[in-house]
């Protein structure tokens, strides 16, 4: 008999107890033998549940409890949860969680105390909901070598962007729909600038290539810039935007890209379809090519069906992942964004007859675009590649000729 | 220390010998201990090889050697495959395998044998080649009740029926450049008449509804026989021609629905996107929803690459997945293809004036499809959804008319 406790009864945490005791003669049978929610830990009283004798106050009750050697921490955010989660694994308790703002912190750390206690610390349900990818990365792909990773990682973010894309709304009343139907939090800062996406592609770099990467470290930058006019641009040369997460290997051990922006992707890629509140992630490797992963990356029982998963590799063994884990770093670790090489779309105003010459002459051959109704003083167009420093210093004297930059999003070729 | 033998050092076993020995440093680091490959099995002579002293003739060096712990059977076929895999079983030898036709034939009898002595069964590279989908739907998916999985699953159909589309070629055609390309065999009958998909789909389904699905019990139609008309309203219509294989989970017990037939998809869905040599596989939960799958099906490194991450696997526990099994089954467990309920395409000549109208009569209400350059005798339309035996005896009824029905070709809906 397994003893589970869950900490935090709110979306994602009520989701996991509902999943368990549906699906709890399957879960022993994979499990291999008996599993009990013996606590559900929350501040709140929840006087009518199904299971309302499970519930404590007091985070002591379970760590001191030495039956429970199970610990699901759903409660996000980084405090309690980091010391719950410290004070479960130096207690000897395999923890699993959803919470990739802890993971993206405190990864290292927490992988270590696990490590060195001989227990787990599982996370798959922290990036990408319930499409499994943190397993398949560390374990499947464990004769390759990952050279690149890009992903849709915030389903609320691409549902404003497909609304955008498919009905020539705005951000603004995007976002409105989003939030009325659920999908983006009252306070959507952390989705729409990027921040969630941020936490996750810091996981997933961290992981494929061996040394905590810090949301710090990576630029991020979220959709509420993205106009109706972007949107006509990008749609009449085939390609969508989508806020893309993707980190990359430095060659020669030279430090990664990682960074969180708006991108143009061709509509007929595999990251350009997927819409609505899916999420697809690109994994390159140097032997299987391009894996790509694509399914609901949130909601209670995509993402509680990933943390139950997890439970069931607690139960199954403990300790078997001892190479789930990555190094601590400085930050060094990860390129200035200044490094990084890129195509630019930039939409610009106050464009003189001769304007677009000049552009060239900056840039060098730019791929001018059109929309129905442009201005005759708003001028498109696709940069070739450059640094990034490159870029900005054109940018510069583009502005200094008396020309306005109104956008700038990145242009990608998953 | 451990001792790995490669048994056939065809395509994917060069490719195996390959990985390892370029990836041995990270491979032993992330099994977290030393590995050597001892032995390479094959009837042919390579005194140009590398690693000329490591070759064998003889099997029972590799059997009789208990410093082996690890086998890895490339040799493909069912004998003498089988023989050797179960021999290494009993004899308490891991055995890591790409050979999907062992899998899906003696699947049920390997695993038992595996898990009787303690030892791993693993054959990750049997579907999908690079792409990770068996060990994400046993371990990820565990907390979920698997409904459907539907996929493309064999790239060198997918390339022809891309090739049909994008180019307008015939069948033919497409299957000589294939060929050309190293894409198709020489004799390319077990790809194109859909016997590989069908191997691969019993696979999925053994492992997601947990009894034997027998290659002999599923319905498989390959597409020898798509036209370039057929193309044609199916791209009218907004869809493309994939060969789906795929398998359902019966209601309430009663048997599961599984065949390889080419089918309708839109162009637009999940799906219908994979084109080239690339596959795709649709993993329906009931707590997930859709997930998706991608990435390159087959050749030599991606498939020697998820052999070598189940080599790892192996290396790091023995005994790891005691529910990484199935039951045997005696074939009732699949419905026969007659129960199947699915809308049908269906291309027909000889068609009178009023014949549509006898058509909506025999299958309800069909939506007719058009085609540039449509000959005034022919007619083609999806019916409704029906099962394939009320379909059957509406089109013999047509026939009695005097209709002759020149193309049938199931209209999903993923």
């Not at 009449?236 to 989508?242: D, T």
């Amino acid at each position: 008999m397994i003893n589970i406790a869950v900490l935090g009864c709110g979306t994602v945490g009520s989701g996991v107890v509902d999943v368990f005791f549906k699906n709890k003669e399957s879960l022993e049978k994979k499990a291999g033998q008996e599993l009990d929610l013996k606590y559900i830990l929350d501040v709140r009283d929840f006087p009518d549940s199904l299971y309302a004798d499970r519930f404590v106050k007091d985070f002591n009750v379970i760590l001191n409890d030495d039956s429970v050697s199970i610990v699901v921490e759903v409660i996000g955010g980084l405090e309690p949860a980091h010391e719950y989660t410290r004070a479960c694994l130096e207690r000897g308790k395999s923890v699993v969680t959803s919470n990739k703002e802890l993971v993206a912190q405190y990864g290292a750390e927490l992988l270590d105390i696990a490590h060195s206690r001989h227990v787990n610390y599982l996370f798959e349900a922290s990036v990408g909901g319930g499409i499994p990818i943190i397993r398949p990365l560390h374990m499947c792909l464990a004769a390759n070598r990952i050279e690149e990773i890009a992903g849709i990682l915030n389903g609320t973010t691409n549902f404003i962007l497909t609304k955008m894309f498919r009905e020539g709304v705005t951000f603004d009343s995007a976002l409105a729909l989003a939030q009325k139907l659920g999908y983006a939090e009252r306070n959507p800062a952390d989705d729409v600038e990027g921040k969630d996406a941020c936490r996750k592609i810091c996981i997933l770099a961290s992981l494929a290539f061996g040394s905590h990467v810090y949301p710090r470290d990576v630029y991020a930058e979220g959709i509420t810039r993205i106009t109706q006019e972007d949107v006509a641009y990008a749609a009449g040369c085939g390609s969508v935007i989508k806020l893309i997460g993707r980190a990359k290997r430095g060659v020669n051990g030279a430090p990664i890209t990682a960074m969180v922006t708006p991108a143009f992707v061709s509509h007929d890629s595999q990251l350009g379809n997927v819409d609505d509140v899916f999420n697809g992630i690109l994994v390159r490797g140097d032997a299987t090519g391009d894996v790509v992963f694509y399914g609901k990356g949130a909601g209670k029982y995509p993402t509680a069906s990933a943390v139950v998963g997890d439970v069931i590799e607690c139960a199954k063994a403990t300790d078997t992942s001892p190479s789930l884990r990555w190094e601590k770093s400085n930050g060094g670790n990860v390129a200035p964004r200044e490094d990084n090489v890129t195509a630019m779309y930039l939409r610009c105003r106050s464009f003189e007859s001769n304007s677009l010459e000049d552009a060239v002459e900056l840039f060098g051959k730019v791929k001018a675009l059109s929309r129905d109704g442009k201005p005759s003083n708003e001028a498109a167009f696709i940069t070739p590649a450059a640094t990034e420093r490159e870029i900005d210093a054109a940018c510069k004297k583009l502005e200094e000729k008396g020309v306005s930059i109104l956008s700038k999003i990145r242009v990608l070729d998953y």
